[in-house]
Every structure is written in C-alpha cells, then in structure tokens.
C-alpha cells in the first residue's frame, strides 16, 4: 500500500492522517476565524486532522494601556508566531489589520483570503447614524486612525478610549460608557453581530485600516506540504489590494499604532490605492490615491506613500514618534481635549 517515497515523507502516506495544528488567539472574534479556516479546509481535505492551538498573546492581557506604548500591533501575533517557529503549530490565522508589516525571518503569508466588508462600522443603541450624535457626544475608539479622520469630520466630538475584545467593547456601549462606538464591520459580521451595525461609514469619510477585513494565513518559509494545503483559500483580488496596501503603510512607517488609513480596490482590471495621513487631533488629514496596475500593487503602495510623505505625512508621522511614551499624549481621553 505505501508508495515508495513513504518512509521519507512519512506524513503524506495515505495510512497517516495529515495533521495541521492552527494557532490561534483566544477571543471569539480569533477563534471564530480560526475555525472559518479548519471548515473551509475540511471541506477540500476531509481526511485532514485540524487542531486549534490557542494562545493568550501580550495584546490580550494588556487592556488598560495604549497599544501604542506597549509596542503596537505585534503584541497580537508574536506568541503565534513563535509557535509557528518552533513546531507546536503550522499555520496562524490572522486578521491582516494586525499583522506588523515586518515578518520574522523564516515566516511567509502565504495566503490572503476573499475580503470581508472592509468598512468602519458605527454602532450605537441611541442613534442612527454618525452624523445624528449631537455636539458632544461620546464616541468610543482606541484607533489612532478613526480618531484622525473622525475628528476632522466632526471635531466636537468626544473621542473616548475603548479597549478589548469585540464583544467587550459592545458591553461597554451597552452600560452607557459611550454614546457610539466604532467597530469593524467584518468582526461583527464574523461574530453573527451584524445586526448592532447602524451604519458602515463612508471610505470618504472613515478609510478603513490597511488590511481591514481580509484574513492572512501564515506559515514557515519552505513548507510546501502547508503552503499546497492552504493555496485554494487565496484570493488573487484581495492578495494584490492587501500587498499595496501593506506596501503603502510599510513605507511610512512600519508597523505601529499611527494614524493611517489605506484601502485598494479594483475596477475593470485597474487598482485604485486611497491613502491618508492625519494628526491625531483632525486638524489636519492628508488625503491621497494612485490608480495603476494592480500587477504593481507594491510600486503602486510606495508610490502614494512617498507622495504623502513629500506633502507632510513625514510631519505628521513624527509628531506622533517624538514622545518615547506615547500613552498619555496620544490617546485622548475626553477631558483632555475638551
Ligand atoms: N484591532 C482589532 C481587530 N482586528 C481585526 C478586527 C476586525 C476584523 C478585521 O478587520 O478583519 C478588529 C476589531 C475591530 O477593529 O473592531
């Protein structure tokens, strides 16, 4: 029964099951996507074994500081990473929002999946929409990035932090502690929560995160046996958005929490990459896009980014770098602004 290259590769003979361990975070909105993946490759590998390991990262524990101070938006991945590296699991599933720009050495995304709606969500038990908050209002986020755009839209609001997980942070609306908050669309979809969506903002007027809404799969460099398993799960379109618009952020900055939005889309074979730069406070929003081949989605994103960059995005950037703890000046709690 064994063909003959069984004894050298041991785990492909048709008498081992194939074993696929998947790390994972430990909130619902990662364990929800973690398992999207286990289905989908069940559905193609029946006979595959899918186990979820599960890890409590930095990001999880630390929810009353400033990702930004504690070393921005790695702290979601690194433990998963490691366990990639050293063999406790094969593949990490990741919302690509929060995955650094940089990758340790030996690690590969090598699939993005279809997009899910990529949108900034306003959720709220009182109002409507965004623009029916009266001047004032409390609007809970901890993102650098809607506090910008979402200021400069309406600088009477109050930004208010707003930490954990998703449906923490609802919990947190609930009792009263908000008059509105912002979420992403595509956890709350994910989580069967679309129904507290009231309305998915405008790009124009809240351009979502680079890589908001798509989901990355990491595995090591060279591991062909994953890297095959996992290809029928790309999405070529959202591949070559998520890579411009990964590019785009790369080149301003790297991967920590600042105020920048990216977002590509496609249309009739061409790729348009919208990019903004803002200060934290509104005042002021860099705004910017670039149409192109999307078979240069990376040019396409550096591109934009040194545009920006020649129009005061390096200002912007800096005033957000120049504090070595950046906690108390860069998360505005009501009462400092107002
Ligand atoms: N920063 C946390 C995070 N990372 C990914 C998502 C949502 C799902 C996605 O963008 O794929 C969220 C929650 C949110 O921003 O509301």
């Given at each position: 029964m064994n063909p003959p290259n069984a004894l050298s590769t041991p785990v492909s003979s048709p008498n081992t099951p194939q074993i696929l361990n998947i790390a994972t975070r430990k909130s619902p909105l990662a364990l929800w996507q973690a398992e999207h993946i286990k289905a989908r490759l069940l559905a193609l590998y029946p006979d595959l074994q899918v186990n979820l390991v599960t890890f409590v990262t930095q990001g999880d524990k630390i929810l009353d500081t400033s990702l930004s101070k504690i070393g921005g938006k790695g702290l979601f991945v690194k433990e998963l990473e490691q366990a990639l590296l050293d063999g406790r699991a094969d593949l990490a599933v990741h919302s690509m929002k929060d995955v650094p720009m940089d990758l340790p050495e030996g690690l590969e995304l090598a699939v993005i999946c279809e997009r899910e709606d990529p949108t900034d969500a306003f959720v709220s038990n009182q109002y409507k929409k965004l623009a029916d908050l009266p001047i004032g209002a409390r609007l809970g986020t901890s993102s650098l990035r809607r506090c910008s755009q979402l200021q400069h839209y309406r600088p009477d609001l109050r930004i208010v932090d707003l930490r954990g997980n998703v449906g923490t942070r609802l919990s947190k609306l609930d009792a009263g502690e908000y008059d509105a908050i912002i979420l992403a669309s595509a956890g709350l979809l994910r989580l069967g929560l679309g129904d507290r969506i009231r309305e998915r903002l405008d790009p124009t007027l809240s351009l979502p995160a680079v890589g908001q809404g798509a989901l990355g799969l990491e595995c090591r460099i060279g591991d062909t046996r994953v890297s095959d398993l996992i290809a029928p799960l790309a999405d070529a379109k959202t591949n070559s958005c998520v890579r411009a618009e990964r590019a785009f952020n790369h080149r301003l900055?790297?991967?920590?929490?600042?105020?920048i939005a990216g977002f590509a889309t496609l249309k009739q074979g061409e790729m348009t990459l919208q990019g903004r730069v803002g200060s934290i406070d509104g005042q002021e929003l860099l705004k910017d896009e670039i149409v192109g081949d999307p078979a240069q989605a990376e040019l396409l994103g550096k591109t934009l980014a040194d545009r920006l960059l020649a129009a005061g995005a390096d200002r912007l950037l800096a005033q957000v770098n120049?504090?070595?703890?950046q906690d108390a000046q860069l998360i505005p709690s009501s009462d400092q602004h107002h």
């Open positions: 900055m790297g991967g920590c929490q600042v105020p120049i504090f070595p703890d």
